[in-house]
């Protein structure tokens, strides 16, 4: 069955009527709505006859042309009315499709303005600027990405076991040749790590139980710390048997060339942690999780007297640890400089990757200040904050590499302000930074009240945060 455009549903019948009458839209000419005739009977209007809907005009002023009418000089679009469409079974569905062809038929523009996400001229210029910057920065990427690939010889210089996917034991040096060689050292012995995992476990039990400083009674914090325990004690159970161990049988370092037993002494620390050492530590640590557990509670002034304890183990730890790596990484990376020979150590690049709490200064980073020319420290050991790879390391280094090559040809040195720029581009410091300063820096800046109360409070010393209602924004 097919019905006419004005379709004898009386649902939609009823629904049309009730909007017969024409409503004035801004800058379009009103116009009278027909009334909507049911063909297969009469043609008489399904209207109100004791009332005649006059179309309402705009006769005292000229309205401009609106947007939507500068996209089609048609506001009605002309949907002829006798062409049939289909009736689905689904009513809704019906109904839906006749209102969906009734709102186009308004007006094209509608339809348009949606689509044409360009806008104006202005818009469109905006966005044409900002689909120029994404294209440079989408090869800016694939640049330093190849420049990072293209920087011999290169030294990642992490503290990230790779092969284990493992941080925090020691250092792996990786070297990169121009002729494809790639060299890996993990020059730091176990003890390193040993040490270091014994030294932080105050910071694990802080971990768990941190949280409840003010809710000590809290049940939430048993599991962990009860599962952090069992490690303990296993741990404890483990370092006892190896007391029964004779020296003499004990594992040496990988690349000593003397046998040392990895628990009665060092290479590189005289005086490390022995085995009482390591049952001391691990003892103190599994008594302080027993009396949490047994009193249920856990509180600040427990936790400093527990780690006042500990600190003496933790500082012999750490001491040894650090004196471990120093030491293994001066030895082995004087290998490779030997092997690069002065011209190309002196064009070493190595790149540093980093957290934020270490980024200022690291052991990796001191054992290259030791070993490269004075007069490249500055400028080839470079640092990646918040690299986890080896390749988003190189890629970093590719960007500090193509950064300064890229300042000294656009900036160049002829001015004051094209210094400033060349160098900001080359180092640390944001491009923007000293206009930024200076504006910052401007007294007679007008600050908005808020900000103005801040930086005042900032300046005092004082808490810099106010309340809103010290605020007069009268001023």
């Known amino acids: 069955m097919s019905l006419d455009y004005r379709t004898t549903n009386p649902k939609l019948l009823k629904r049309h009527n009730s909007r017969a009458n024409p409503v004035e839209v801004p800058g379009i000419p009103a116009i009278e709505t027909k009334p909507i005739v049911d063909t297969t009977t009469t043609t008489k209007p399904i ?47 019906t109904e839906e499709m006749h209102l969906v062809i009734e ?62 996917r493992l941080s925090g034991t020691g250092s792996e040096y990786i070297l990169f040749l121009r002729n494809g060689t790639i060299r890996h050292m993990k020059p730091t012995p176990a003890q390193y790590e040993q040490n270091k995992n014994l030294a932080h476990l105050p910071m694990s039990i802080f971990t768990i139980i941190s949280p409840y400083f003010n809710n000590p009674t809290s049940p939430m914090w048993h599991d962990q710390l009860t599962q952090l325990r069992t490690i303990v004690n ?56 027993d009396n949490c557990l047994k009193e249920k509670r856990v509180d600040v002034e427990g936790y400093k007297n527990f780690t006042s304890k500990y600190l003496p183990f933790a500082e012999k730890a750490l001491t040894c640890a650090a004196q471990i790596q120093a030491e293994s990484g001066l030895i082995e990376l004087n290998k490779w400089k030997k092997m690069l020979g002065k011209k190309a150590w002196r064009d070493l690049y190595v790149i540093i990757p980093v957290v934020w709490p270490v980024a200022r200064l690291n052991p990796r ?54 210094v400033e720029m060349n160098m900001a581009l080359s180092t640390r410091r944001d491009l923007l930074a000293t206009t930024s300063l200076g504006v910052v820096n401007k007294t007679e800046i007008n600050y908005s009240p808020y900000l103005s109360i ?9 808490d810099p945060e106010v309340e809103p209602n010290e605020i007069n924004f009268q001023n």
């Open 47 to 93: 209207v109100d006859t004791t009332t005649t809907t006059k179309p309402i005009v705009e006769t005292t002023t000229t309205t401009k042309p609106t947007v939507d009418e500068k996209v089609t000089s048609k506001s009605i679009v002309d949907i002829p009315v006798n062409v049939p469409i289909p009736e689905w079974q689904d009513q809704n569905q």
């Open 103 to 164: 709102e186009r038929r308004q007006s094209e523009a509608n339809l348009i303005k949606n689509v044409a996400y360009r806008g104006d001229a202005k818009i469109d210029y905006q966005i044409g600027l900002r689909q120029m910057n994404l294209f440079m920065r989408q090869n800016y990427n694939k640049m330093i990405d190849r420049v990072g690939h293209n920087v011999y010889p290169l030294i990642v210089a992490t503290d990230v076991d790779h092969d284990k």
């Open 234 to 289: 296993n741990n404890l159970i483990l370092v006892s048997s190896l007391e029964e161990f004779h020296p003499e049988l004990e594992p040496a370092i990988p690349f000593s060339t003397v046998p040392v037993p990895v628990w009665t002494s060092s290479k590189f620390c005289t005086d490390n942690l022995n085995v009482t050492d390591h049952k001391n530590m691990l003892t103190l640590v599994k008594d302080y999780i």
């Open 365 to 418: 980073q001191l054992i290259f200040e030791k070993l490269m020319d004075k007069d490249r420290v500055a400028t080839r050991i470079l640092k990646a904050e918040g690299s986890y790879s080896v390749e988003e390391a190189r890629a970093t280094a590719g960007r500090i590499i193509a950064d300064r090559t890229m300042a000294h040809f656009v900036f160049g040195y002829q001015k004051e302000n094209h």
């Open 454 to 462: 801040i930086l005042q409070n900032a300046e005092k010393g004082e």
